[in-house]
C-alpha cells in the first residue's frame, strides 16, 4: 500500500466508516481494521490529558523519546 501522506491528525471518520461498513454488511473485517486503528491511536497517541497528532508515522515508537 502506498501512502500519501506520513503524518496523522487523528480524524474519526475513517473509524466511523468501518463501523458502518461492518454493520451493515456484517463483514467482520472492518470491525477488525477499526479496532486495528483504535489500538494504534491508544498506543502512539494517547497522552494523560487526550490524544495528540504524530508528525511522522513511519519512525520506531521511540524516535521523538
Do not use: H
Request: charged content about 25%; proline content about 3%.
Amino acid at each position: 500500500m502506498s501512502v500519501g501522506t506520513s503524518w496523522n491528525i487523528l480524524r474519526p471518520e475513517t473509524v466511523e466508516s468501518l463501523m458502518y461498513l461492518w454493520r451493515l454488511t456484517g463483514n467482520k473485517t472492518y470491525q477488525d481494521w477499526g479496532w486495528d486503528i483504535f489500538q494504534a491511536f491508544e498506543k502512539n497517541s494517547r497522552i494523560e490529558s487526550g490524544y495528540v497528532g504524530l508528525r511522522d508515522v513511519s519512525f520506531p515508537d521511540d524516535f521523538y523519546r
